[in-house]
């Protein structure tokens, strides 16, 4: 399948200082990237839904702000969290989304092997 | 509101036995597609098999098969010939096919399988 990758697989910061996580997508253009959190046992929730080119659409409850997102190419997005809080400490988890290819029967999303962020 | 539930936090299975992971889900959108994946302990979520809402035939991926019924609204994961490396956390995910709100995917709370020797 399609492959993403991620960086850096872990981060431990201090509190108060800002954390990039970058995701790409290394065989394929993806137009659509996808931003998620996982807190421990949980379910994935999702932040943002990136598109190259243009802003980041927030889902509800998530601060814009805090949670900065560039899609600036089509392989491409980061997220940066902002001024983080022991309690941003998380997995992040980013997802691109492939072309519907010729034939098959919808476009898929693959994820990246995950960020886990830890906020001292 | 779309909405994914999987009733099963925990399971156990005998080795080389099948298994089915329960996933039942609510749309009002006609064209949805239901996805599986699996997370191992190392975090990374890895993409399983797909059954689109129009697709007549049930999807087969290797071991790992899909029951979909449709007018039941569940897509239950099966894992045949169970292996140790089965072992991980399985997620039930849909999207709608309509742009807007509900075309994201979104994941049921999950199950995690584990599979004894």
């Known amino acids: 399948g399609a492959v993403v990758s991620q960086h850096p697989s872990r981060v431990i910061c201090k509190s108060g200082t800002s954390v990039k996580i970058e995701c790409r997508s290394l065989?394929?253009?993806?137009?659509?990237m996808f931003w998620y959190r996982q807190f421990p046992k949980q379910s994935l929730m999702l932040m943002a839904t990136?598109?190259?080119?243009?802003?980041?659409?927030?889902e509800q409850g998530v601060e814009k702000d805090k949670f900065l997102i560039n899609h600036a190419s089509l392989t491409l997005s980061t997220l940066t969290v902002t001024s983080a809080h022991p309690e941003d400490s998380s997995f992040y988890i980013c997802?691109?989304?492939?072309?519907?290819?010729?034939?098959?029967?919808?476009?898929?999303?693959?994820f990246g092997p995950g960020t886990r962020l830890t906020v001292l | 509101a779309q909405k994914i539930t999987q009733t099963q936090p925990g399971m156990f299975v005998q080795e080389k036995e099948a298994v089915t992971l329960d996933c039942t889900y609510d749309?009002?959108?006609?064209?949805?597609?239901l996805f599986w994946y699996k997370q191992p302990s190392s975090g990374e979520m890895i993409f399983l098999i797909y059954?689109?809402?129009?697709?007549?035939q049930n999807a087969t991926e290797g071991r790992y098969s899909l029951n979909f019924q449709k007018a039941r609204k569940s897509a239950n994961l099966v894992i045949s010939a169970s292996q140790l490396g089965d072992s991980a956390m399985y997620f039930c995910?849909?999207?709608?096919?309509?742009?807007?709100?509900?075309?994201?995917?979104?994941f049921g709370t999950g199950t995690l399988l584990a599979v004894q020797p």
């Open positions: 997802s691109a989304r492939t072309p519907r290819l010729a034939g098959g029967p919808t476009d898929t999303q693959y």
């Open positions: 065989d394929f253009q993806a137009t659509t």
């Open positions: 990136s598109n190259e080119g243009s802003k980041a659409t927030y």
């Open positions: 749309t009002s959108d006609q064209s949805y597609g």
């Open positions: 995910a849909m999207r709608g096919f309509y742009g807007g709100a509900t075309n994201k995917l979104i």
């Open positions: 059954q689109g809402s129009y697709d007549e």
